[in-house]
C-alpha cells in the first residue's frame, strides 16, 4: 500500500539556524499539506500546495516557513531561523484532490531546536 | 466546518467493542463525518468517513444519527494496538482540504 514518507525522522538544531524536512507524498497525489503538533497539544494546520503553489496557510505559516516541490516526488518545508517554539512534530499529508478527499499522513519528523 | 465535541477519555476491555461518540450537532447538509486516530506521537491515521448513511471498512464501522446531528465510531473487537486518540472531524465538500484536529478521544484498551 502506497505510503506517506518523511525524512530525516528526528532532527536536532540550533536556535537560528534553518532546517528543511522532506517529504514523499503518495505517487498520484496532487495536494500536499503540512501539520505540526507541539508536544502535548493538537495537530495544527500549517499549509496546503497544489500545482507548485500555496493554497492555504495558517496564521502559524509566517515569513519564516516555506515549501517547495523542487522535483517530482519530493515536498519540503524550509523553517529559515528556527526558533525555541518550533520544537514540534512535522507531519506531511497528501491526498488526489481537496475538498473530501481522504488525506494520508506521513510518520512525522521531530524537531527539536535547542 | 462544524464543531465536534468528544469524551477525553474512554477505556475498553481487550476483545470487546469500543464504541466512540462524537457530537457534531451543527453540521450542515454537505459536510462529512471523518475519522482519524493517532497512535503515540505517530502520523494520524485515516479511518472512516460517512456522509448520511452507516459505513464499514475493515478496520471499523461509523453509524451517524438519522438528524446527524451525532455519530459513533465502533471498532468491533479492539486490541491492545488499538489504543490511541481518537479524532471525530467534520468537512465541508467544498472545504480547500485542511483538517481541523479536536483534542480527540484517548481510548485505553486493558487487557
Known amino acids: 500500500e502506497p505510503e506517506v514518507t518523511q525524512t530525516p525522522s528526528h532532527q536536532v538544531t540550533q536556535m537560528g539556524q534553518e532546517v528543511i524536512l522532506r517529504c514523499v507524498p503518495i505517487?498520484?497525489?496532487?495536494?500536499f499539506y503540512w501539520y505540526r503538533q507541539i508536544l502535548g497539544q493538537k495537530v495544527e494546520f500549517l499549509v496546503s500546495?497544489?500545482?507548485?503553489?500555496?493554497?492555504?496557510k495558517s496564521e502559524i505559516f509566517d515569513d519564516q516557513f516555506s515549501v517547495e516541490r523542487p522535483d517530482g516526488s519530493n515536498f519540503t518545508l524550509k523553517i529559515r531561523s528556527t526558533k525555541l517554539e518550533d520544537s514540534a512534530m512535522y507531519f506531511c499529508?497528501?491526498?488526489?484532490?481537496?475538498?473530501?478527499?481522504?488525506?494520508?499522513f506521513g510518520p512525522g519528523t521531530r524537531l527539536l531546536v535547542l | 466546518d462544524a464543531k465536534t465535541t468528544q469524551p477525553t477519555s474512554m477505556d475498553c476491555a481487550e476483545g470487546r467493542a469500543a464504541n466512540l461518540p462524537c457530537n457534531h450537532s451543527?453540521?450542515?447538509?454537505?459536510?462529512?463525518v471523518y475519522w482519524y486516530r493517532q497512535i503515540h506521537s505517530q502520523g494520524p491515521q485515516y479511518i472512516i468517513h460517512?456522509?448520511?448513511n452507516n459505513e464499514t471498512n475493515e478496520m471499523a464501522s461509523l453509524i451517524i444519527t438519522e438528524d446527524r446531528k451525532s455519530s459513533t465510531l465502533i471498532l468491533p473487537h479492539a486490541t491492545l494496538r488499538d489504543t490511541a486518540v481518537y479524532y471525530c472531524i467534520v468537512r465541508q465538500s467544498s472545504n480547500t482540504g485542511k483538517l481541523i484536529f479536536g483534542q480527540g478521544t484517548t481510548l485505553q484498551v486493558k487487557p
Open positions: 505517487s498520484n497525489h496532487l495536494y
Open positions: 451543527t453540521i450542515s447538509g454537505n459536510e462529512y
Open positions: 499529508a497528501s491526498s488526489r484532490t481537496q475538498g473530501i478527499e481522504t488525506q494520508y
Open positions: 460517512g456522509l448520511k
Open positions: 500546495f497544489y500545482n507548485n503553489e500555496i493554497s492555504e
